[in-house]
C-alpha cells in the first residue's frame, strides 16, 4: 500500500482583523449589576476582552465589536433581557450571492487553522438550494470503522491519474505488453490550481500558489513562461501562445481549430507531456470530437459563478458532458477537468459525482490570502487588503491550510459514502440524489407540480 497522503498545515494568523459576523447590543442602563454577569460565563472571552479594550482604546475596537460567536448564551440568560444579537452590516455587504460572506469567512477560518470549520449553533439553513446546494450526498454507506477513524489507519485515497487511457491492454506472444502506454501523471488531490478569473495576480502571489501546489503534489496553471521551470507549473497556451510546454509534465491548450497539430508538435519536443484541451463546457460535440481525435484530457469550464454559456449550472453542465462522453463509449479514454464557482469542499465531490475526474480552483486562493471578493481590482481600484503585496510564506501556508482543510473534508465524505477511492467518485450518481428529480419524479406524482410563489 502506498505512503499515506498527507497535508502539513500550520497555523497561520491573517494580515488584517477578519470581518465578523455577529455583535451584541448591550443596553446598559436598565443593568441591575446582578452578582453573576451573564458576561463572565462567555466561552469566548469576548467581555473580557471589551474591558481591556476599553481600558486601552484599542484601534481596532469597531473590529472588535464583531468577535461575538452568536452562541446566544449571554443573550438568553440576561436576568434583565438587556441584550441582544445584531449582524454587522459590512459582513453582509462582503462578496455577492456565490461568493457569499458565509463562504468567504469560513474560507478565511480553514486558511488560518487548517481545520474543518464547525459550527456549535447546529445547521441553521435550508436544506435546498440553487447550484451544488440541489445536491444531497448518500451517507449511508460509512467505510468501516476502526479505532482510529478515517484520518488514522483507514486508507482513503484522493489521488487521480491524469492522461488518456487505453481500452484494452494487448500482449505479444512471449507474455510482454504490447499496448504503449501513454504518460500517466499522478496527483494526490483531484484538484489543480486555476488562473484567476478577473485578473492576473503579482508575481510575488503567482509564485505562491505555484510553490504552494508543488508542496501539495499537484499542479497549477500560468500563462508566464517565466514560470515554466517550476515543477508544479501547468502552462497555458493560449491564442497568442503563451506558455511554454517544453519542460512541463502538463499542459493546457486554449481549443481552436489546429489545437491537435499544436498538441503534436509539443509532444515531439517533449514526448511525456500530458495534453489538456480547454474549451467552455456547453461545447459538447467539439470535446467528443477532441477525445476521438487523441487529447489526453479537458478542461471544461464555466464561468466564475459555475454558470456555463448554456446557462446551466456546472454541475448540471458537467453530466450532460460526462453522458454524451459516455453515450460515444469513450468516456474512459481522458481525464475530465471541470472548473467555474467551486468554492468548498463539498463542491469538489460533488463534481466529481456529475462526471468530472478533478476541478481546478481559483478564487478559493485569493480568499486563502484575506481577498474580500470585493472585486475592486477588476476595476482598478486600490484593493483593501493589500493583496498584490502578501508575504511568499505567509501565502504558501495559508493556501496549503486551505487544501488541508478540504482533504480532510473529503475524507469525511468519502468515509461517509462509503468510497475508498477518488477515482471511483467519478460519475458516481448513485451517491447522490438531485433534488430538482427526486421533486419531479417522487413528490409531484404525489403533491403535484411545485408552483413558485411570487
Ligand atoms: S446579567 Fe444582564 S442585567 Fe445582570 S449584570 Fe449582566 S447585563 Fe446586567
Ligand atoms: S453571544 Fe455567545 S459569544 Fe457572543 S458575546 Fe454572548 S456569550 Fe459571548
Ligand atoms: S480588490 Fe483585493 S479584496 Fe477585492 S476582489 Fe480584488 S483581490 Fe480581492
Redesign the pocket.
Known sequence: MPAKYHIKIRPEPPRHKPIGKYCIIDWREDCSSCHNCVKRECAYSVYNDERDRLQHVAEDYVEYLYECKGCLCCVQSCTKGLLTQRVNPEYLAMGDDVWNADIISGTWFQAETGKIPVSGAGYPGPFRGPGFDSILTDMSEIVRPTRDGIHGREYISTHIDVGRKPMKLEFNADGSLKTDFPTQVEIPLPVIFNMMP??S?SANVSQSILDAANELGTFAITDDPMLAANDAAMPHISKDAKGDPAISRLAQWDDCPDVMEKIKAAKAANPSLVAIVRLPLESIDRAVDLVKAGVDGLHAYADWEGVAGNGKHISIAVRDLHHALIAQGIRDQVTLFASGGISLAEHVIKTLLCGADAVCVDVPL??A??????????QG????????NVDHDYAVHRIVNLMGAWHSQMLEMMGAMGIREARRLRGEAGRAMFFDDLERDCFAPVFGKRVEVK
Open positions: 478577473w485578473h495576480p485569493l480568499i490570502l484575506e481577498c474580500r471578493v470585493c472585486k475592486n481590482c477588476r481600484i486600490k484593493c483593501p487588503i493589500g493583496l498584490e
